[in-house]
T-cell receptor, first 117, second 113 residues
Framework: DGGITQSPKYLFRKEGQNVTLSCEQN?????MYWYRQDPGQGLRLIYY???????QKGDIAEGYSVSREKKESFPLTVTSAQKNPTAFYLC????????????????FGEGSRLTVL | AQSVSQHNHHVILSEAASLELGCNYS??????LFWYVQYPGQHLQLLLK??????LVKGIKGFEAEFIKSKFSFNLRKPSVQWSDTAEYFC???????????FGKGTTLSVSS
């Protein structure tokens, strides 16, 4: 089945530690995204990438880092500089093909819930 | 900058009641509009989308939405809700394929049987 796989589903970390969340897709999509979901805040964009070895900051990039070494992979590192890292993190991907009706619909993974102790 | 506003934070309905969730966006150009749903414990799923043509779009599970360009609105409707519609609903917009979606803060719908 094609889709997006995020791991781990649940993660606990101590303050001051970096943690990396994995996101893999087998949809052959060019673009990948990381969002953060907090209660009452909706989804806020952290980073996105439209092509390998290139990525752009979203609205809340501070304290996060990403890499895009392969088309199918877009890991997110939550660094110790992120002041409030406890959240639900969602990875998504979309096609960039110029086909009619391609609106850039996002396909989402099941999310990773990070808790900082 | 684009933004999306969802008017209702939490809506509580009884089964068979009609539903309308408001969504307004701010952007001057052509947009693509989406409604996503997140059922408890599940991942976000696309309910419906609008990119051009008929402003009344139909989605899965009996949902529909109407794009009113003059009002910058894309409200979600369902004539008769079911208990299984209990979920969080997100409105989103982008300017073109490949650009990130901008999401509203979401509306939690609780349906009692």
């Amino acid at each position: 089945d094609g889709g997006i796989t995020q791991s781990p589903k649940y993660l606990f970390r101590k303050e001051g530690q970096n943690v990396t969340l994995s996101c893999e897709q087998n949809l052959n999509h060019d673009a990948m995204y990381w969002y953060r979901q907090d209660p009452g805040q909706g989804l806020r964009l952290i980073y996105y990438s439209q092509i390998v070895n290139d990525f752009q900051k979203g609205d809340i990039a501070e304290g996060y880092s990403v890499s895009r070494e392969k088309k199918e992979s877009f890991p997110l590192t939550v660094t110790s500089a992120q002041k409030n890292p406890t959240a639900f993190y969602l990875c998504a991907s979309s096609s960039l093909s110029a086909g009619q009706g391609n609106t850039g619909e996002l396909f989402f993974g099941e999310g990773s819930r990070l808790t900082v102790l | 900058a684009q933004s999306v506003s969802q008017h209702n934070h939490h809506v509580i309905l009884s089964e068979a009641a009609s539903l309308e969730l408001g969504c307004n966006y701010s952007y001057g150009g052509t947009v693509n509009l989406f409604w996503y749903v997140q059922y408890p414990g599940q991942h976000l799923q696309l309910l419906l989308k609008y990119f051009s043509g008929d402003p009344l779009v139909k989605g899965i599970k009996g949902f529909e939405a109407e794009f009113i360009k003059s009002k910058f609105s894309f409200n979600l409707r369902k004539p008769s809700v079911q208990w299984s519609d209990t979920a969080e609903y997100f409105c989103a917009v982008n300017a073109q394929a490949g650009t990130a979606l901008i999401f509203g803060k979401g509306t939690t719908l609780s349906v009692s049987s």
